[in-house]
């Protein structure tokens, strides 16, 4: 096999002009990529991308989202893997696209990648939102 360079991932998901932040991770059971995705605040807006984050909750909270909303994530998602395919080769796309309010950060601004939500691999492929992973 070959090395992934996770900073390579993540520096290419970036690249996206909807991208306001991003971490990638390998999930552990599946072994593939998830690439965990901040939009930009004008992108949120726009497609209406709205979290419920009652008092108490954490970055690991995950969400509810109806059809619509997972459709217009679906196009956002497949936006991401498409700029960050003209970077990296197609086995070290994230097979996953996992939308979140914000990324957990250290003190010292490092993203603290146990504290990254769960990829709930069970929900609608090319899609996602925390509660809605995309493939």
């Known amino acids: 096999g070959n090395r992934v360079e996770l900073a390579e991932v993540e520096a290419a998901v970036g690249s996206s002009p909807l991208v306001a932040a991003a971490a990638v991770t390998v999930d552990g059971h599946r072994h593939q990529l998830v690439a965990f995705v901040v939009l930009r605040p004008e992108v949120s807006q726009e497609i209406g991308f709205v979290w419920d984050d009652p008092p108490g909750?954490?970055?690991?909270?995950?969400?509810?989202?109806?059809?619509?909303?997972?459709?217009?994530h679906a196009g956002a998602a497949l936006?991401?893997?498409?700029?960050?395919?003209?970077?990296?080769?197609?086995?070290?796309?994230?097979s996953w696209v996992v939308f979140v309010d914000k990324l957990p950060l250290s003190a010292n601004g490092k993203v603290v990648r146990g504290e990254?939500?769960?990829?709930?691999?069970?929900?609608?492929?090319?899609?996602?939102?925390?509660?809605?992973?995309v493939e």
């Open 79 to 94: 936006a991401v893997k498409l700029k960050a395919g003209q970077y990296l080769a197609a086995p070290v796309l994230p």
């Open 116 to 133: 990254l939500p769960d990829c709930p691999f069970d929900t609608v492929k090319g899609t996602g939102a925390a509660s809605e992973a």
């Open 57 to 72: 909750t954490t970055a690991s909270s995950l969400v509810s989202v109806d059809q619509q909303l997972v459709q217009q």
